[in-house]
């Protein structure tokens, strides 16, 4: 049974940093692209970044390229996403997902087969 559980997220001022973690489990993490979506409440999920199952590959979404890294330890089962410059539109429940093995669709969500259940982050103006 796949289990994605992000932590890290909670109400920070706009400027300030967070980074979020997602550990996986029960499946060989290390062969999937991983992905970080975020949603607002009567949204859709949107796309915010993704890295390939080698770590070789990354994408952003324009609105947090230069301010979000993403990166993973394979060794610890883990995706992270480093996000500095916050700002208040990034309010967003934020949710990592498991993507395609050994492939790289990064920004298609119907590619993510398995989903945490989300962690909110909050930026106050």
């Known amino acids: 049974q796949v289990q994605l559980v992000e932590s890290g997220g909670g109400l920070v001022q706009a400027g300030d940093s967070l980074r979020l973690s997602c550990a996986a489990s029960g499946l060989t993490f290390s062969s999937f692209s991983m992905g970080w979506f975020r949603q607002v409440p009567g949204k859709e999920r949107d796309f915010v970044a993704a890295?390939?199952?080698?770590?070789?590959?990354?994408d952003y979404a324009d609105s947090v390229k230069g301010r979000f890294t993403i990166s993973r330890d394979n060794a610890k089962n883990t995706v992270y996403l480093q996000m500095n410059s916050l700002k208040p539109d990034d309010t967003a429940v934020y949710y990592c997902?498991?993507?395609?093995?050994?492939?790289?669709?990064?920004?298609?969500?119907?590619?993510?087969?398995?989903w945490g259940q989300g962690t909110q982050v909050t930026v106050s103006s």
């Open positions: 997902g498991a993507g395609v093995k050994l492939g790289w669709l990064p920004r298609l969500l119907q590619a993510y087969a398995h």
């Open positions: 890295i390939s199952w080698s770590g070789g590959r990354v």
